[in-house]
């Protein structure tokens, strides 16, 4: 069976030295890898070791940094087939979707190798000398990311940290660390200096927590639940470490009477259903114009009932089975207070039938129509594959009710005037808003949450300067 040790100091510590746990496939409960469960003491070395390495780092040529950025890309891309299987076995997403993951994640890497290459700092004539602004390495970072996209994620933060010159310690989610894992090793194959990558396992609630106390590290780059990053953002206090917090959503979908319906529906469908529901930007509240409300409705359910559900390692499956039996319980508490408070069910709703779903955590996309703002569904996060609908009747109390929400992470609006795209737009409070377009995540663009979705940004320039210090120099001359 594949064995996940962790990564400490250029060492992969022999998984006999700890506690070993097995990670199963969401979909058939068969074992996919051995995995080590780290400690307060592992954390601790691993923290050490990106202090010692720091200074060698991040003293290295921007050019050099990038050349092995490139090296690191490549070499991901060379190990795409194992590594997306076995993300693909870990956390239940079909294998092309797993694919382009890793592919994605090379990519980062790629882009930051070149935004580290543009770092660069301000000059200023004065009359009574010079000024020069360097934009300097924040120093050891701790990376902690969720289990949904647990390689994705951690690009996001492994390629602005090393290209900023930061060493790190990242901790994957502990029920899927085995690609994440991979990920990094192949970094730290691709000829990075010991200490400089670290990946150690283990609880959130110990191991992630002393990457957030313990004082070497200078800046937490976490994604996850909104309720861990309300915590950690209190610790950070403590040392006023920096943060970059990429938490919860509760996405809106505002469909006009004007919009193209079939185009809509379909961009709904896949949104609110890829990776079975399990994404921050999914589509999470649909809202639609009455006069436009029967036409998307049953165009939704169409959609819907033509995804194809199995097991994530199958051919032509568009969707696997949920992460875990929690989340699958989530979903349906949450499906259940919509149905109790007169929500009404058009398809979905269940665990499909058959041999093949039995030891899986399957469930079928769902579509409710009828919700409103009294139910979870529209106000809290479920994280599962259901779309609730709730009609409207101006596109002024649509946006009302997107707003109407703790959350800010994306929104999304449907018309063919352009003019009501940018006014709903500017209006929306998000901090990535689609107008025709199901995605609001793009490399070079800031990605991040208004509210209790998050502070900070990751992507685009935006994501180097997160793991940056600014210092003035003044030249008396
Ligand atoms: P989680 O908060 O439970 O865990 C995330 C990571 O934090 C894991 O590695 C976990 O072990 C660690 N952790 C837990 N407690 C910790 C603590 N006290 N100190 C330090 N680390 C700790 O989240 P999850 O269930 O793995 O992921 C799902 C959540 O992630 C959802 O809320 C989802 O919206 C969010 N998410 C947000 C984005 C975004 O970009 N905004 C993207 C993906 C997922």
């Known amino acids: ?163 900023a010159g930061c060493t790190f310690v990242a901790k994957p989610p502990s029920r899927a660390p085995v690609a994440a894992t991979e990920f990094v090793r192949a970094i730290y194959d691709a000829g990075l200096p010991a200490g400089v990558v670290n990946v150690v396992h283990g609880p959130g609630s110990e191991v992630g927590a002393e990457l957030v106390e313990n004082p070497i590290s200078r800046k937490i780059a976490f994604t996850g639940e909104t309720e861990t990053g309300r915590w950690i953002m209190a610790q950070a206090a403590l040392h006023i470490k920096r943060v970059s917090l990429e938490l919860g959503g509760q996405s809106p979908f505002i469909v006009c009477g004007d919009a193209d319906i079939e185009k809509a529906a379909a961009a709904c469908a896949q949104r609110a259903f890829s990776n079975m529901g399990q994404i921050c930007i999914s589509v999470n509240r649909v809202y639609v114009a009455d006069e436009v409300a029967e036409e998307f409705t049953d165009r939704l359910v169409h959609q819907t009932e033509r995804l194809r559900i199995g097991n994530g390692l199958k051919e032509n499956v568009d969707l696997g089975p949920m992460f875990s039996n929690e989340q699958r319980e989530k979903t349906k508490e949450h499906m259940k207070d919509a149905l109790d408070r007169g929500a009404e069910l058009l398809c979905g709703g269940r665990e499909p039938e058959g041999e093949a779903f039995e030891k899986g955590y399957f469930f079928l996309p769902t579509v409710l129509d009828r919700a409103d703002h009294k139910m979870k569904i529209m106000r809290e996060e479920t994280f599962g594959p259901v779309a609730p609908i709730m009609r409207f009747e101006t596109v002024d109390e649509a946006i009302k009710l997107a707003n109407d929400s703790n959350y800010g992470l994306a929104a999304y609006i449907y018309t063919s005037d352009i003019a009501t795209g940018i006014q709903a737009a500017e209006r929306l409070e998000a901090g990535g808003v689609g107008v025709n377009i199901n995605n609001v995540m793009d490399y070079q663009m800031p990605f991040g949450g208004w509210k209790e979705s998050g502070i900070g940004r990751e992507l685009g320039h935006y994501g180097l300067e997160s793991f940056l210090e600014i210092k003035h120099i003044r030249l008396g001359i």
């Not at 746990?21 to 307060?40: D, F, H, K, M, W």
């Open 1 to 163: 069976m594949h064995q996940t040790h962790m990564i400490i100091d250029g060492e992969q510590l022999p998984i006999s030295s700890h506690k070993v746990e097995t990670i199963c496939n969401p979909a058939n409960q068969e074992p996919v890898a051995l995995v080590s469960v780290g400690t307060r003491q592992d954390a601790r070395m691993a923290l050490e070791a990106a202090k010692k390495a720091f200074p060698l780092w991040s003293e290295t040529a921007c050019e050099k940094r990038a050349e092995l950025l490139h090296s690191a890309a490549d070499l991901v891309r060379e190990r795409a087939k194992s590594i997306a299987r076995l993300l693909t076995q870990e956390q239940g997403k079909p294998l092309k979707n797993a694919r382009a993951e890793i592919l994605s994640s090379a990519g980062i890497l790629d882009y930051y190798a070149e935004e580290g290459r543009r770092n660069v700092g301000e000059w200023l004539a004065t009359s009574r000398g010079r000024s020069v602004v360097l934009r300097q390495p924040v120093g050891v970072a701790a990376l902690i990311t969720p289990w949904n996209y647990p390689v994705d994620l951690l690009s996001w933060k492994v390629g602005p940290c090393l290209a």
